[in-house]
Protein backbone atom coordinates (compact mmCIF):
# COMPACT_ATOMS: atom_id res chain seq x y z
CA UNK A 1 0.00 0.00 0.00
CA UNK A 2 1.28 3.47 -1.00
CA UNK A 3 1.51 6.15 1.56
CA UNK A 4 2.75 9.64 1.61
CA UNK A 5 3.26 11.69 4.79
CA UNK A 6 3.59 15.19 5.41
CA UNK A 7 5.71 16.56 7.99
CA UNK A 8 7.07 19.90 9.13
CA UNK A 9 4.05 22.48 8.85
CA UNK A 10 3.70 24.74 12.07
CA UNK A 11 2.95 28.37 13.32
CA UNK A 12 5.52 30.77 11.94
CA UNK A 13 5.48 34.83 11.67
CA UNK A 14 4.84 36.53 8.53
CA UNK A 15 8.63 36.41 6.93
CA UNK A 16 9.39 33.29 8.65
CA UNK A 17 10.36 30.26 7.03
CA UNK A 18 9.57 26.11 7.29
CA UNK A 19 10.38 23.38 5.34
CA UNK A 20 7.50 20.34 4.84
CA UNK A 21 8.58 16.84 4.24
CA UNK A 22 6.65 14.02 2.46
CA UNK A 23 7.99 10.50 2.80
CA UNK A 24 7.02 7.63 0.44
CA UNK A 25 6.29 4.19 1.37
CA UNK A 26 5.37 1.43 -0.57
CA UNK A 27 6.32 2.25 -3.81
CA UNK A 28 9.60 3.81 -5.30
CA UNK A 29 8.94 7.32 -6.61
CA UNK A 30 12.02 7.83 -8.33
CA UNK A 31 10.62 7.70 -11.60
CA UNK A 32 7.61 9.86 -10.75
CA UNK A 33 6.89 13.14 -10.67
CA UNK A 34 6.24 14.92 -7.14
CA UNK A 35 3.79 18.01 -6.57
CA UNK A 36 2.54 20.22 -3.61
CA UNK A 37 -0.55 21.77 -3.70
CA UNK A 38 -2.42 23.56 -0.88
CA UNK A 39 -5.88 23.81 0.27
CA UNK A 40 -8.23 26.79 2.45
CA UNK A 41 -11.43 25.57 4.17
CA UNK A 42 -14.17 26.01 1.20
CA UNK A 43 -11.52 26.64 -1.35
CA UNK A 44 -10.13 24.24 -4.58
CA UNK A 45 -7.01 22.31 -4.23
CA UNK A 46 -4.41 24.80 -5.58
CA UNK A 47 -1.04 24.16 -7.22
CA UNK A 48 2.18 24.91 -5.50
CA UNK A 49 5.17 23.05 -7.16
CA UNK A 50 5.95 20.33 -8.47
CA UNK A 51 9.14 18.47 -9.45
CA UNK A 52 10.01 15.49 -12.17
CA UNK A 53 11.20 12.63 -11.69
CA UNK A 54 15.18 13.16 -12.24
CA UNK A 55 14.88 16.31 -9.63
CA UNK A 56 15.25 19.13 -12.57
CA UNK A 57 12.98 21.10 -13.89
CA UNK A 58 11.43 22.19 -10.89
CA UNK A 59 8.02 24.25 -11.31
CA UNK A 60 6.39 26.79 -9.66
CA UNK A 61 3.05 28.99 -8.63
CA UNK A 62 3.64 32.59 -9.68
CA UNK A 63 2.52 33.08 -5.56
CA UNK A 64 5.49 31.39 -4.33
CA UNK A 65 8.08 31.50 -7.08
CA UNK A 66 11.18 33.26 -5.86
CA UNK A 67 10.18 32.18 -1.84
CA UNK A 68 9.68 28.51 -2.41
CA UNK A 69 11.65 25.49 -3.00
CA UNK A 70 10.74 22.23 -3.93
CA UNK A 71 13.41 19.16 -4.03
CA UNK A 72 13.63 15.62 -3.36
CA UNK A 73 15.88 13.01 -2.13
CA UNK A 74 15.62 9.99 -4.18
CA UNK A 75 17.79 7.69 -1.58
CA UNK A 76 15.25 8.61 0.85
CA UNK A 77 12.32 8.78 -1.03
CA UNK A 78 11.48 11.52 0.11
CA UNK A 79 10.31 15.19 -1.31
CA UNK A 80 10.52 18.70 0.05
CA UNK A 81 9.67 22.19 0.11
CA UNK A 82 10.75 24.91 1.36
CA UNK A 83 9.06 27.61 2.17
CA UNK A 84 10.75 31.15 2.58
CA UNK A 85 9.47 34.60 3.44
CA UNK A 86 6.30 33.37 4.13
CA UNK A 87 2.89 35.72 4.27
CA UNK A 88 -0.45 35.01 6.08
CA UNK A 89 -1.87 34.16 2.52
CA UNK A 90 0.18 30.83 2.67
CA UNK A 91 -1.87 29.89 5.42
CA UNK A 92 -3.70 26.62 4.48
CA UNK A 93 -3.19 22.90 4.53
CA UNK A 94 -0.25 21.47 2.51
CA UNK A 95 -0.81 18.40 0.43
CA UNK A 96 2.01 16.32 -1.30
CA UNK A 97 0.97 14.40 -4.28
CA UNK A 98 2.77 11.54 -6.40
CA UNK A 99 2.08 10.87 -10.04
CA UNK A 100 2.10 7.50 -12.00
CA UNK A 101 4.15 9.53 -14.98
CA UNK A 102 7.73 11.32 -14.52
CA UNK A 103 5.92 14.35 -16.03
CA UNK A 104 5.05 17.37 -14.10
CA UNK A 105 1.17 18.20 -13.60
CA UNK A 106 -0.24 21.52 -12.20
CA UNK A 107 -3.98 19.91 -11.79
CA UNK A 108 -4.58 17.63 -8.55
CA UNK A 109 -6.46 15.21 -11.10
CA UNK A 110 -3.26 13.98 -12.25
CA UNK A 111 -1.69 12.76 -9.41
CA UNK A 112 -2.67 9.59 -8.28
CA UNK A 113 -1.40 9.44 -4.27
CA UNK A 114 -1.87 11.96 -1.91
CA UNK A 115 -1.04 12.49 1.97
CA UNK A 116 -2.95 13.37 4.69
CA UNK A 117 -1.82 17.01 4.77
CA UNK A 118 0.09 19.17 7.29
CA UNK A 119 -1.35 22.88 8.53
CA UNK A 120 0.86 26.17 7.81
CA UNK A 121 -0.50 28.83 9.86
CA UNK A 122 1.48 32.34 9.18
CA UNK A 123 0.41 34.94 12.02
CA UNK A 124 0.64 38.32 10.82
Known amino acids: QVQLVESGGGLVQTGGSLRLSCAAS????????MGWFRQAPGKEREFVAA????????YYADSVKGRFTISRDIAKNTAYLQMNSLKPDDTDVYYC?????????????????WGQGTQVTVSS
Open 97 to 113: AGADTGVIFTTPGRYTY
Open 26 to 33: GRIFSRYA
Open 51 to 58: ISWSGGSP
